[in-house]
């Protein structure tokens, strides 16, 4: 995904920088990253922070867990959760 589609879902999604250079999404969004790389699949969801540094992009989680990835591979990011609004509450266990 190159720069400057995650830059323009980051703004949407009114996320702010903080001092470490990651940016952070409002309290209680998340987002989940689609990557693929030789055909291999992952997903990463409740992704909190980003932040991208010198080719790489770090993503962290809701868990403080942070993965260390190729921005090429990423292909698409949903965002869930309030976004100017109370937390959505799902069904189930979520």
């Known amino acids: 995904m190159v720069g400057d589609h995650l830059q323009t879902i980051l ?14 999404l409002p309290e209680g969004t998340t987002a989940t990253l689609y990557l693929s790389h030789n055909g ?13 540094e ?7 989680t809701t868990k403080r867990e942070t993965f260390t990835l190729d921005p090429a591979d990423l292909f698409a990011v949903a965002l869930e959760g309030a976004q100017g609004g109370p937390p959505a509450r799902r069904a189930g266990f979520g």
Not at 54 to 60: D, F, K, S, V
């Open 54 to 60: 010198r080719g790489t992009l770090h993503a962290r």
């Open 40 to 52: 291999v699949g992952l997903t990463i969801s409740r992704v909190d922070a980003i932040k991208a």
């Open 11 to 24: 703004e949407n999604a009114q996320a702010k920088v903080e001092k470490d250079g990651f940016v952070v």
